[in-house]
Protein backbone atom coordinates (compact mmCIF):
# COMPACT_ATOMS: atom_id res chain seq x y z
CA UNK A 1 0.00 0.00 0.00
CA UNK A 2 1.19 3.34 -0.81
CA UNK A 3 1.23 6.48 1.78
CA UNK A 4 0.77 9.80 0.94
CA UNK A 5 1.25 12.63 2.75
CA UNK A 6 -0.74 15.36 1.66
CA UNK A 7 -0.77 19.96 2.24
CA UNK A 8 -4.10 21.71 1.26
CA UNK A 9 -2.77 24.71 -0.54
CA UNK A 10 -6.46 26.41 -0.83
CA UNK A 11 -10.14 24.55 -1.11
CA UNK A 12 -9.21 22.87 -4.17
CA UNK A 13 -5.62 22.58 -4.47
CA UNK A 14 -3.67 20.14 -2.49
CA UNK A 15 0.36 18.48 -2.48
CA UNK A 16 0.68 15.33 -2.35
CA UNK A 17 3.90 13.77 -1.76
CA UNK A 18 4.34 10.03 -1.25
CA UNK A 19 6.20 8.86 1.48
CA UNK A 20 8.23 5.73 2.44
CA UNK A 21 8.00 6.27 6.26
CA UNK A 22 6.81 8.29 9.49
CA UNK A 23 10.37 8.60 11.54
CA UNK A 24 8.23 10.84 14.45
CA UNK A 25 4.92 11.99 15.07
CA UNK A 26 4.45 13.92 18.63
CA UNK A 27 2.46 16.66 19.50
CA UNK A 28 3.86 19.52 21.51
CA UNK A 29 2.32 22.28 24.22
CA UNK A 30 1.76 24.19 20.60
CA UNK A 31 1.76 22.04 17.70
CA UNK A 32 1.51 18.29 16.12
CA UNK A 33 5.38 17.79 14.80
CA UNK A 34 5.92 15.27 12.32
CA UNK A 35 9.13 13.89 10.08
CA UNK A 36 8.64 11.55 7.14
CA UNK A 37 11.12 10.00 4.61
CA UNK A 38 9.79 10.15 1.38
CA UNK A 39 11.65 9.32 -1.67
CA UNK A 40 12.11 12.37 -4.11
CA UNK A 41 12.42 15.22 -1.24
CA UNK A 42 14.55 13.24 1.80
CA UNK A 43 13.03 14.14 5.14
CA UNK A 44 10.30 16.53 5.31
CA UNK A 45 9.24 18.52 8.71
CA UNK A 46 5.76 18.83 8.97
CA UNK A 47 3.97 21.01 11.78
CA UNK A 48 0.16 20.95 12.18
CA UNK A 49 0.32 19.10 8.75
CA UNK A 50 2.14 21.53 6.79
CA UNK A 51 4.95 21.43 5.77
CA UNK A 52 7.99 23.21 6.97
CA UNK A 53 10.94 21.73 4.93
CA UNK A 54 12.11 19.39 2.96
CA UNK A 55 15.75 18.14 2.79
CA UNK A 56 15.63 18.29 -1.29
CA UNK A 57 14.96 22.46 -1.37
CA UNK A 58 15.25 23.74 2.07
CA UNK A 59 18.47 25.12 1.33
CA UNK A 60 16.96 27.57 -1.21
CA UNK A 61 14.68 29.43 1.70
CA UNK A 62 17.73 29.22 3.91
CA UNK A 63 20.65 31.27 1.97
CA UNK A 64 17.96 33.70 0.37
CA UNK A 65 17.30 34.24 3.91
CA UNK A 66 20.38 34.68 5.41
CA UNK A 67 22.83 35.62 2.59
CA UNK A 68 20.79 38.74 0.94
CA UNK A 69 21.27 40.77 3.99
CA UNK A 70 24.70 39.44 4.98
CA UNK A 71 25.41 40.61 1.43
CA UNK A 72 24.35 44.34 2.03
CA UNK A 73 25.20 44.76 5.79
CA UNK A 74 28.79 45.44 5.84
CA UNK A 75 29.57 44.94 9.33
CA UNK A 76 27.14 42.45 11.16
CA UNK A 77 28.26 41.29 14.45
CA UNK A 78 24.86 40.63 16.89
CA UNK A 79 22.18 38.84 15.08
CA UNK A 80 18.72 37.61 16.40
CA UNK A 81 16.60 35.07 14.61
CA UNK A 82 13.28 34.34 15.90
CA UNK A 83 11.55 30.95 15.07
CA UNK A 84 13.70 28.92 12.96
CA UNK A 85 13.82 25.75 15.44
CA UNK A 86 15.01 23.52 12.54
CA UNK A 87 18.30 25.32 12.81
CA UNK A 88 18.59 25.90 8.68
CA UNK A 89 19.46 29.88 9.64
CA UNK A 90 21.70 29.00 11.96
CA UNK A 91 23.56 26.72 9.86
CA UNK A 92 23.81 29.76 6.80
CA UNK A 93 24.81 32.38 9.69
CA UNK A 94 27.76 30.18 11.20
CA UNK A 95 29.41 30.35 7.99
CA UNK A 96 30.09 34.10 8.90
CA UNK A 97 33.69 34.44 11.18
CA UNK A 98 32.59 38.06 11.69
CA UNK A 99 29.91 37.31 13.70
CA UNK A 100 29.82 37.11 17.31
CA UNK A 101 26.66 36.25 18.71
CA UNK A 102 23.12 34.03 17.25
CA UNK A 103 20.22 34.30 19.27
CA UNK A 104 18.00 31.87 18.38
CA UNK A 105 14.35 32.98 19.65
CA UNK A 106 11.90 29.46 19.44
CA UNK A 107 8.67 29.25 21.63
CA UNK A 108 8.97 25.51 21.22
CA UNK A 109 11.50 23.21 22.47
CA UNK A 110 10.32 20.01 20.92
CA UNK A 111 11.07 21.56 17.79
CA UNK A 112 14.29 21.98 18.07
CA UNK A 113 15.04 18.48 19.64
CA UNK A 114 13.15 16.51 16.99
CA UNK A 115 14.80 18.29 14.34
CA UNK A 116 18.28 17.71 15.88
CA UNK A 117 17.76 14.07 15.92
CA UNK A 118 15.55 14.08 12.55
CA UNK A 119 17.19 16.30 10.59
CA UNK A 120 20.87 16.52 11.18
CA UNK A 121 21.91 17.97 7.63
CA UNK A 122 19.81 21.28 8.57
CA UNK A 123 21.02 21.56 12.15
CA UNK A 124 24.03 20.72 11.91
CA UNK A 125 25.14 23.93 13.66
CA UNK A 126 23.10 24.22 16.77
CA UNK A 127 26.27 23.59 18.91
CA UNK A 128 28.25 26.75 17.28
CA UNK A 129 29.43 28.57 20.16
CA UNK A 130 28.31 31.42 19.29
CA UNK A 131 24.46 30.22 19.46
CA UNK A 132 22.26 31.46 22.36
CA UNK A 133 18.78 29.50 22.21
CA UNK A 134 15.75 31.14 24.40
CA UNK A 135 12.83 28.59 24.63
CA UNK A 136 10.12 32.24 24.50
CA UNK A 137 7.54 33.72 22.53
CA UNK A 138 9.55 35.63 19.81
CA UNK A 139 7.01 38.70 20.34
CA UNK A 140 7.84 39.02 24.13
CA UNK A 141 11.65 38.29 23.72
CA UNK A 142 12.08 41.30 21.07
CA UNK A 143 9.92 43.98 23.23
CA UNK A 144 12.90 44.10 26.09
CA UNK A 145 15.38 44.63 23.27
CA UNK A 146 16.83 48.55 22.20
CA UNK A 147 19.73 48.72 19.98
CA UNK A 148 21.14 45.62 20.22
CA UNK A 149 21.43 43.63 16.97
CA UNK A 150 23.06 44.34 13.16
CA UNK A 151 20.74 41.88 11.92
CA UNK A 152 16.94 40.09 12.43
CA UNK A 153 15.93 36.90 10.99
CA UNK A 154 11.74 36.13 11.44
CA UNK A 155 12.06 32.55 10.23
CA UNK A 156 8.09 32.00 11.56
CA UNK A 157 5.62 29.97 10.59
CA UNK A 158 2.60 31.25 9.10
CA UNK A 159 0.22 33.40 10.34
CA UNK A 160 -1.56 31.53 12.73
CA UNK A 161 -1.15 29.50 15.27
CA UNK A 162 1.83 29.93 17.14
CA UNK A 163 3.26 32.66 14.48
CA UNK A 164 0.65 34.66 14.57
CA UNK A 165 1.92 37.33 17.02
CA UNK A 166 4.75 37.82 14.73
CA UNK A 167 2.97 39.51 11.96
CA UNK A 168 1.52 42.02 13.33
CA UNK A 169 2.44 45.83 13.42
CA UNK A 170 3.60 46.05 16.99
CA UNK A 171 6.23 42.79 16.71
CA UNK A 172 7.49 44.73 13.52
CA UNK A 173 7.87 48.00 15.26
CA UNK A 174 9.79 46.50 18.09
CA UNK A 175 12.02 44.84 15.81
CA UNK A 176 12.67 48.78 14.79
CA UNK A 177 13.20 49.34 18.14
CA UNK A 178 15.99 46.48 18.84
CA UNK A 179 18.23 47.20 15.71
CA UNK A 180 20.98 49.62 15.85
CA UNK A 181 21.14 52.73 13.90
CA UNK A 182 22.33 50.69 10.55
CA UNK A 183 20.52 47.75 11.06
CA UNK A 184 18.61 45.08 9.22
CA UNK A 185 15.29 42.77 9.57
CA UNK A 186 14.47 40.00 6.79
CA UNK A 187 10.92 38.12 7.00
CA UNK A 188 9.40 35.38 5.57
CA UNK A 189 6.46 36.78 3.42
CA UNK A 190 4.29 34.34 2.56
CA UNK A 191 3.39 33.48 -1.18
CA UNK A 192 1.52 36.10 -3.45
CA UNK A 193 -0.10 33.43 -6.02
CA UNK A 194 -3.06 32.43 -4.02
CA UNK A 195 -5.75 34.54 -2.87
CA UNK A 196 -5.25 34.01 0.99
CA UNK A 197 -1.82 33.80 1.06
CA UNK A 198 -1.70 36.96 -0.70
CA UNK A 199 -3.51 38.61 1.66
CA UNK A 200 -1.55 37.69 4.70
CA UNK A 201 1.63 38.61 2.14
CA UNK A 202 0.16 42.05 1.94
CA UNK A 203 -0.81 42.76 5.61
CA UNK A 204 2.41 42.14 6.33
CA UNK A 205 4.01 44.16 4.03
CA UNK A 206 1.93 46.88 5.23
CA UNK A 207 2.70 46.48 8.66
CA UNK A 208 6.58 46.52 7.82
CA UNK A 209 6.25 49.54 5.31
CA UNK A 210 4.80 51.62 8.20
CA UNK A 211 7.62 50.59 10.53
CA UNK A 212 10.76 50.90 8.33
CA UNK A 213 12.08 53.72 6.10
CA UNK A 214 13.64 51.11 3.67
CA UNK A 215 11.34 48.29 2.73
CA UNK A 216 11.58 46.16 -0.48
CA UNK A 217 9.99 42.85 -1.43
CA UNK A 218 12.09 39.80 -2.97
CA UNK A 219 11.45 36.10 -4.41
CA UNK A 220 12.43 32.89 -4.67
CA UNK A 221 11.24 29.82 -6.23
CA UNK A 222 10.82 27.00 -3.42
CA UNK A 223 8.78 23.95 -4.88
CA UNK A 224 7.44 22.57 -1.69
CA UNK A 225 5.33 25.48 -1.02
CA UNK A 226 2.59 26.80 -1.95
CA UNK A 227 2.75 27.80 -5.60
CA UNK A 228 6.48 27.19 -5.39
CA UNK A 229 6.63 31.09 -5.69
CA UNK A 230 7.48 32.63 -2.42
CA UNK A 231 8.38 36.14 -0.97
CA UNK A 232 10.90 37.59 1.68
CA UNK A 233 10.86 40.94 3.11
CA UNK A 234 13.73 43.17 3.59
CA UNK A 235 13.42 46.27 5.92
CA UNK A 236 15.90 48.57 7.10
CA UNK A 237 16.86 51.79 8.91
CA UNK A 238 19.48 52.37 6.20
CA UNK A 239 20.71 50.12 3.88
CA UNK A 240 19.11 49.39 0.45
CA UNK A 241 18.74 46.06 -0.61
CA UNK A 242 20.01 46.35 -4.19
CA UNK A 243 21.96 49.43 -3.96
CA UNK A 244 24.23 48.76 -0.74
CA UNK A 245 24.77 45.11 -2.04
CA UNK A 246 28.54 44.84 -1.97
CA UNK A 247 28.78 41.54 -4.51
CA UNK A 248 32.51 41.42 -4.55
CA UNK A 249 33.19 41.69 -1.03
CA UNK A 250 30.92 38.82 -0.22
CA UNK A 251 32.34 36.34 -2.97
CA UNK A 252 35.71 37.27 -1.41
CA UNK A 253 34.54 35.44 1.54
CA UNK A 254 34.54 32.68 -0.46
CA UNK A 255 31.26 31.04 1.03
CA UNK A 256 29.73 27.84 -0.62
CA UNK A 257 25.95 27.99 -1.93
CA UNK A 258 23.37 26.01 -4.20
CA UNK A 259 21.19 28.68 -5.01
CA UNK A 260 22.40 32.43 -3.59
CA UNK A 261 24.87 34.17 -5.79
CA UNK A 262 25.22 38.21 -5.88
CA UNK A 263 23.59 37.81 -9.50
CA UNK A 264 20.36 36.06 -8.41
CA UNK A 265 20.35 38.66 -5.36
CA UNK A 266 19.63 41.20 -7.90
CA UNK A 267 17.36 39.85 -9.70
CA UNK A 268 15.50 38.38 -6.59
CA UNK A 269 14.07 41.92 -6.21
CA UNK A 270 12.59 42.07 -9.66
CA UNK A 271 8.86 41.44 -9.25
CA UNK A 272 6.69 39.99 -11.55
CA UNK A 273 3.76 42.82 -12.25
CA UNK A 274 1.11 41.06 -10.28
CA UNK A 275 2.96 41.22 -7.19
CA UNK A 276 4.20 44.50 -8.03
CA UNK A 277 0.45 45.50 -7.91
CA UNK A 278 -0.64 43.66 -5.20
CA UNK A 279 2.01 45.74 -3.17
CA UNK A 280 1.74 49.25 -4.52
CA UNK A 281 -2.02 48.62 -2.84
CA UNK A 282 -0.91 48.64 0.71
CA UNK A 283 2.22 51.19 0.01
CA UNK A 284 -0.01 53.94 -0.92
CA UNK A 285 -2.56 53.35 1.70
Known amino acids: MELWFSEPHTPNVKLSIRVDRQLYSGQSQLQRIDVYDTPELGRLLALDGYVMLTEKDEFIYHEMIVHVPMAVHPRVRQVLVIGAGDGGAVRELAKYPEIERIDLVE ?128 ASRRYHPVHDLDGDRWLDRGIETRYYTPRLHQGAFCLPAYVEKLLRKVEIC
Open 107 to 234: IDEQVIQVCREYLPRVSCSMDDARLHIYYEDGLKFVRQKENEYDLIIVDSTDPFGPGEGLFTKEFYGNCYKALREEGIMVNQHESPFYEADARACMRAHKRIVESFPISRVYQAHIPTYPSGHWLFGF
